[in-house]
C-alpha cells in the first residue's frame, strides 16, 4: 500500500507540475496579447512639419502650421502599417510675411487650384531596431512622384513619436515656375522634416 501511496504522489506531482506550465504559459501569451498596441491617433498639437531650402546658397527654414494625418501602426507589424497625411499649403511659414505671399502664388503652390498637398504610403519596411523606410506617392499641384523616407519610431509617455527626414526636388512638381525655375537663386532640392506624434486607438487625443 505504501508503494501505491508513493505511485499516485509522483503521478499528482508531475500532474500538477504541467498544469501550473500550461498555466503559466497561457498567463505570459495573455500577456503579450495585452502589450501589442497599435496607434491611429494623430496628435495634431505636438506634430510638426518643417523644410529647409537654400536662396542664393543660404539655408532657409519653413514650416507648415497645419496638416493632418490618418495612420494606424502596431509596431510588432510594421509591414500592416497604413499612413495619410494631408498638408494645407496655404498654412505655409517660408519665414517672412512677403515670402509666405508668393509661395501660395501660382508660380509656386498655386493654392487657389491646388490647396493640398496629400502623401499615402504605399509600404514600410523595417531597417533593425528602431529605423524603418517609409515609401509612398507625394502629389503637390497636378503632378505625384514616388519618395522615400527613413525615418525613426520610439514610445515616450504612451505615445509613438515617428521622426525622420527626405529630399525632394520641387521642380519635379512644378513649384517655382518662370524666373523661380532657376536653381542657382532657388536650390531644387528641399529638405522635408517631419516629427509625428500618435496615441494609442483607445485612448484618443
Do not use: C, Y
Not at 504605399?122 to 527613413?150: C, H, N, W, Y
Request: proline share 3%; glycine share 8%; net charge neutral.
Amino acid at each position: 500500500m505504501n508503494i501505491i501511496r508513493l505511485d499516485l504522489s509522483a503521478l499528482l506531482s508531475a500532474l500538477l507540475a504541467a498544469l501550473l506550465s500550461a498555466l503559466l504559459a497561457a498567463l505570459l501569451f495573455a500577456s503579450g496579447a495585452a502589450q501589442a498596441v497599435e496607434f491611429t491617433q494623430f496628435q495634431a498639437d505636438k506634430s510638426t512639419l518643417q523644410f529647409v531650402f537654400k536662396q542664393m546658397g543660404v539655408a532657409v527654414d519653413g514650416r507648415f502650421k497645419k496638416f493632418s494625418a490618418t495612420l494606424a501602426f502596431d509596431p510588432a507589424r510594421p509591414a500592416a502599417a497604413t499612413a495619410r497625411l494631408e498638408l494645407d499649403l496655404a498654412s505655409v511659414d517660408a519665414g517672412s510675411a512677403d515670402a509666405d505671399g508668393e509661395v501660395v502664388g501660382k508660380a509656386w503652390f498655386n493654392v487657389k487650384l491646388f490647396p493640398t498637398a496629400t502623401f499615402v504610403a504605399t509600404a514600410i519596411r523595417p531597417l533593425g531596431g528602431d529605423k524603418f523606410e517609409l515609401l509612398g506617392k507625394l502629389s503637390i499641384k497636378d503632378k505625384t512622384q514616388a519618395v522615400s523616407a527613413p525615418f525613426s519610431f520610439r514610445e515616450e509617455g504612451g505615445h509613438a513619436i515617428f521622426a525622420g527626414a527626405f529630399v525632394l526636388k520641387r521642380l519635379d512638381f512644378g513649384v517655382g515656375d518662370g524666373i523661380w525655375s532657376d536653381v542657382s537663386a532657388v536650390a531644387n532640392e528641399v529638405q522635408i522634416k517631419f516629427h509625428i506624434v500618435a496615441a494609442p486607438a483607445a485612448a484618443g487625443k
